[in-house]
Nanobody, 121 residues
Framework: QVQLVESGGGLVQPGGSLRLSCAAS????????MAWYRQAPGKQRELVAV???????SYADSVKGRFTISRDNAKNTVYLQMNSLKPEDTAVYYC???????????????WGQGTQVTVSS
């Protein structure tokens, strides 16, 4: 009913930048929170950043000052600008959204398929 499609991952050197995008499509009435999570090999998935429908934001301590989350409500898209990347940022990054969809009265949770970010020299 809803698809989240991420793009923008890749290989970057330490200190470099990447911009991730996640576009939501389907029977969307409205989108509440949108967020980015990441999962490194052998580790649990962790919250990186979240943005509310009112554009309030929150970040993991490990990325504060380096990453910026933003959204374009007209395009149902959330972005993650990642600067000053470190090897420890290497992970699969997942987009998550809590939405109101046409066929359900309660909020609906949806995940993207993930995009690999590798920070290495």
């Amino acid at each position: 009913q809803v698809q989240l499609v991420e793009s923008g991952g890749g290989l970057v050197q330490p200190g470099g930048s990447l911009r991730l995008s996640c576009a939501a499509s389907g029977s969307i009435v409205s989108i509440y929170n949108m967020a980015w999570y990441r999962q490194a090999p052998g580790k649990q998935r962790e919250l990186v950043a979240v943005i509310s429908s009112g554009v309030n934001t929150s970040y993991a301590d490990s990325v504060k000052g380096r990453f910026t989350i933003s959204r374009d409500n007209a395009k149902n898209t959330v972005y993650l600008q990642m600067n000053s990347l470190k090897p420890e940022d290497t992970a699969v990054y997942y987009c998550h959204a809590i939405l109101r969809i046409a066929t359900m009265t309660r909020p609906y949770s949806s995940w993207g398929q993930g995009t690999q970010v590798t920070v290495s020299s």
